[in-house]
């Protein structure tokens, strides 16, 4: 499939739904409704993430780190590339070659051995001179298997409709259609995240034993894997570990903290390999860096992914509507997955916070700030008008950012339309068009503007929408 052109890569999706649906008819599959939808919303989120995959690089510097990272250990034993570091390195006699330090010790290898292990597989090694398209390709299958487990886990731990609703959210969610793309690791902690959530609670609350000890297995790996992805990794350990702890479940804590100090060590050992002092000086150097306490609510109230501006109002709704899920489920385990989540990040967030904002850091909350757009959707088809005051202007924000309605008298004129059209069917309460039915209109509404935004960033290769 030619993923570089969208109408081939139509066409060839549409021959596999036919294919699909002959295998229906024909009795061969037996499937739900429910199902095809969320196979289609799944098709749409693949769609929308591989329009013009290879020219859309507004990151290009950070990606080539990890991949050059990744690639030259495969080819020379030695990782290599630019750092922020150079006074710790030279303290330890490592000389930049240009600006290219040999052996680069800042952040932890894992990822990079996967990403770069896949560029060298497709020949794609010379990191001034790749093929994009190619390169990328993990991070879509990354995200397309991060969005089908949320919906798994959302199913599992709080109900079928939710989970759609958290689907079809995370599907459009603009931030993450643009951003999943990137080779970032924070993409990887955030899949282990939700991964670990899930098996927490299979463990917790399955009657099944051959479960349970599957879901045992899964959280050690886990463990053992996140902070070796990037050292931000940590929250994903620490929620796990707080969650056994919260619950009662010793056993299980001290797994968890035993998998998470071999991670620690398998790095310790990895700095010491190629150079203790210089990975000291790195270690260091990151724990030196300026801090802002402040820059915590970044992730709510600026608008940034990476090193570049999208104004998603999302980011702002997302994150309250997780916290009035929490709330919702405040004194079952449900609440206390969500509380965990939102107590550590904030803990690790607040400490490792540079003067910077967090720019790519919050990728790992994106399946969490789907959740919570799922559930303030939810909640309003379900009648719960009070999320009007978040609803109504996201699509108006969305409506202006796809640019389609460029004239602002126009616009007003939409925003009196929309907010006149919900207080109609509100005060007229007509058995033939309920709340719910608008709910429904509106966000098919939003998905729509939100698609069209989205898809006209990543086809002209440039950030547009309203700052």
């Not at 080819?75 to 070659?97: E, K, N």
Request: proline share 3%; charged share 10%.
């Amino acid at each position: 499939m030619n993923i570089e052109n969208p109408v081939t890569a139509f066409v060839t999706l549409r021959s596999w739904l036919e294919q699909g649906y002959r295998w229906w008819r024909t009795g061969k599959v037996k499937v739900t409704y429910r199902q095809v939808l969320v196979v289609f919303l799944l098709i749409v989120g693949l769609f929308l993430r591989i329009v013009n995959l290879g020219d859309f690089q507004p990151i290009l510097d950070d990606e080539k780190t990890w991949l050059m990272v990744g690639t030259s250990v495969i080819q020379t034993g030695v990782p290599s590339t630019w750092t922020l570091f150079y006074d710790a390195y030279m303290r330890g006699g490592i000389m930049p070659q240009g600006n290219i330090v040999t052996p680069y010790l800042d952040h932890p290898p894992l990822f990079s051995l996967m990403v770069g292990g896949w560029a060298w597989l497709v020949g794609e090694t010379d990191v001034q001179n790749m093929d994009w398209a190619k390169v990328r390709l993990p991070m879509i299958i990354l995200s397309i298997a991060t969005i089908g487990l949320l919906y798994v886990y959302t199913k599992r731990v709080f109900g079928p409709t939710l989970a759609l609703f958290t689907l079809a959210a995370m599907v459009f969610f603009p931030s993450h259609v643009v951003s999943s793309r990137f080779v970032a690791a924070e993409h990887w902690i955030g899949f282990l995240l939700i991964g670990g959530l899930y098996a927490y609670d299979v463990y917790s609350r399955s009657a099944n034993q051959r479960q349970r000890s599957i879901a045992w297995y899964t959280l050690g790996a886990i463990s053992l894997t996140a902070i070796l992805v990037k050292l931000s990794g940590v929250v994903v350990v620490a929620t796990l570990i707080f969650l056994a702890l919260y619950q009662r479940r010793t056993k299980l804590a001290v797994m968890l903290i035993t998998s998470g100090l071999v991670s620690v060590l398998v790095f310790g050992v990895w700095g010491y390999f190629y150079n203790w002092e210089v990975f000291l000086n790195v270690l260091e150097a990151h724990h030196s860096r300026r801090q802002s306490f402040i820059h915590f609510w970044s992730i709510m109230t600026w608008y940034n992914i990476g090193d570049f501006t999208l104004y998603d109002p999302s980011m702002t709704i997302g994150p309250l509507g997780l916290i009035g899920l929490g709330h919702k489920y405040r004194n079952k385990d449900q609440g206390v997955y969500i509380a965990s989540v939102l107590l550590i990040i904030s803990l690790v967030f607040l400490y490792f916070s540079p003067e910077e904002t967090y720019g790519w850091y919050k990728y790992m909350l994106y399946p969490l700030i789907g959740l919570g757009l799922g559930h303030v959707f939810y909640e309003l088809y379900k009648g719960e008008k009070v999320y009007l005051f978040l609803f109504l202007p996201l699509v108006a924000m969305v409506v202006q950012s796809s640019n389609i309605v460029p004239d602002t008298t126009a616009l007003r004129i939409l925003l009196l339309l929309l907010y006149g059209v919900v207080a109609v069917v509100l005060l007229w309460r007509s058995k033939h068009f309920e709340f719910s039915s608008l709910i429904m209109v509106l966000l098919c509404i939003l998905w729509f503007y939100e698609a069209v935004w989205v898809f006209n960033i990543l086809w002209t290769a440039r950030v547009i929408g309203v700052v």
